[in-house]
């Protein structure tokens, strides 16, 4: 169906968008939303007509385990509850280790890339088919930004976007802010990623803002949308005419003329691009000029690449399917029987956590990965933390001040997330509680009051430090 133009809803700017015109649907993130009630605002908008599509985070349908089925039974709920045509989810991961790996938890608290190989495609296209069985309405995955690259990858974005959606009919939302930004980071062609792509199956596409630090792009959500973004998405408009377009912003949020103005910018552009196009190619004309190409098309020659299928799990990727050269040409048939080769959930779960724990726990970096780059990453992670358990727990930053973050980053860099925002602000102020306190006394009685009406009586004893860091290490080895 065609969506037209959007908006990403967020409660801190609701106002704002049930005020804007000429608005045809919203996004809102579907963790945020009760499986059984509504927000007053998004039950205003959907009596005005606006379809709402809730757009999951959490699933992690990259990582090596198979998708919760509670997280999946929560999506298709709100699935439910907004007569949605459609929801969405990331191609990521946001978790590692555990009975896989024989090792405790991890959570990233944010998304992560999986490795373009062809263990990681199997065992995302299995994953995939497992959540389309479980979800009421089709699925669309987006494309994500990235500060690394994996070392060893064997497909480009688009043959993995292509596979992806041929191996499971799965739609895709495409953000080309993500593409910008790993042109950036990544030294990839959004051109090129977009010729590769199958854009007759492209549900609807995100458009955001970020900034340019050091040489590494931020996607924010938090900046206005940049030119170069506007001129990726007029790359991808004179391919197709995707069914709809939609602007996210996640922080700092502006006033509502100022999102106006970004939509009036979009719409512009999209526009021009239809103008310039010679030839506005819908997903149905794409699919006909596949199957009956134009007559004036040349034929293939005898220097086209063939199709290759993968390679075996033993196998070590060619030189040129590391590189997508022609010789690596991408597969386009799975395994008969449509699962993971063997061992590949074991080979994607053991990567995965080695590069999570590097982020988020401090171990050496696997081999092959960018130190310098790594370390972006796990400040930005421990930065987005930071911003979370703030905006979860506000008490917090108000009592701290701006000792806050200086507090808060130290503290995310050497212990992992393993339970949750709300637990994580509790071990936080647990920790400063009792590593010394605060100097001073007013902000000491008011961090333990509030640590004492969520946990107990009192902060632990050294006795029951000595314990738990105890258990830390045996859990550990």
């Not at 919203?26 to 005005?48: I, Q, Y």
């Not at 199956?201 to 900046?223: C, L, P, S």
């Not at 996640?250 to 106006?260: K, R």
């Not at 925002?421 to 000491?444: C, H, K, N, T």
Request: charged residues 20%; contains cysteine.
């Amino acid at each position: 169906m065609r969506l037209g133009i959007g908006i990403g809803w967020r409660p801190e700017i609701a106002a704002e968008v049930e005020a804007l015109t000429g608005i045809d649907w919203v996004e809102a993130v579907a963790e945020n939303l009760c499986a059984d009630h509504l927000p007053d605002s998004l039950v205003r908008l959907r009596e005005r007509g606006v379809t709402v599509v809730p757009h999951g985070v959490s699933l992690g349908l990259g990582g090596a385990d198979r998708p919760d089925p509670g997280r999946l039974a929560g999506l298709a709920a709100r699935a439910e509850l907004l007569g949605t045509p459609l929801v969405t989810e990331h191609i990521a991961f946001v978790r590692a280790g555990g009975p896989l790996t024989a090792s405790p938890r991890l959570e990233a608290g944010h998304l992560l890339p999986v490795p373009r190989t062809w263990d990681a495609l199997d065992v995302l296209c299995e994953n995939v088919r497992i959540a389309q069985d479980a979800l009421p309405v089709p699925l669309a995955l987006e494309n994500i930004a990235a500060l690394v690259s994996w070392p060893g990858e064997e497909l480009t974005e688009g043959q993995f976007l292509a596979e992806l959606v041929e191996r499971t009919g799965v739609r895709l939302l495409i953000d080309v802010a993500n593409l910008h930004t790993n042109h950036v980071n990544r030294g990839e062609d959004p051109v090129k990623a977009l010729d590769e792509l199958p854009v007759e199956a492209i549900a609807y596409v995100h458009v955001a803002g970020g900034v340019e630090k050091d040489g590494v792009w931020h996607d924010t959500h938090a900046h206005p949308v940049t030119a170069p973004v506007l001129d990726v998405l007029a790359e991808l408009r004179s391919r197709v005419d995707p069914p709809g377009v939609l602007l996210e912003r996640d922080d700092a949020f502006p006033p509502g003329a100022e999102l106006a103005a970004e939509l009036a910018t979009i719409r512009g552009t999209l526009r021009a691009a239809a103008a310039a196009a010679p030839a506005p190619r819908t997903g149905a004309a794409v699919a006909a000029a596949a199957v009956d190409p134009p007559a004036s098309t040349a034929p293939p020659t005898s220097t086209a690449p063939p199709a290759l299928t993968a390679p075996p799990a033993s196998a070590a990727p060619s030189a040129d399917a590391r590189s997508g050269a022609p010789g690596g040409a991408l597969a386009r048939t799975a395994l008969p029987s449509g699962t993971p080769r063997p061992g590949a959930r074991d080979r994607t779960a053991v990567a995965q956590t080695a590069l999570l724990s590097a982020l988020v726990a401090g171990t050496p970096a696997p081999e092959g990965f960018d130190h310098r780059r790594l370390r972006v990453q796990s400040r930005a992670l421990a930065a987005k933390r930071a911003d979370v358990v703030a905006k979860v727990a506000p008490e917090l930053p108000e009592i701290l001040g701006d000792g806050y973050r200086a507090a808060f980053l130290p503290y995310a860099m050497s212990r992992p997330m393993n339970g949750g925002y709300r637990r994580d602000a509790m071990e936080f102020a647990e920790r400063i509680l009792v590593s010394g306190g605060l100097p001073d006394p007013v902000a000491q009685r008011r961090l333990t009051h509030w640590w004492e009406d969520r946990s107990g009586p009192r902060p632990p004893g050294r006795a029951t430090r000595l314990v738990r860091a105890a258990r830390a290490a045996l859990a550990g080895k």
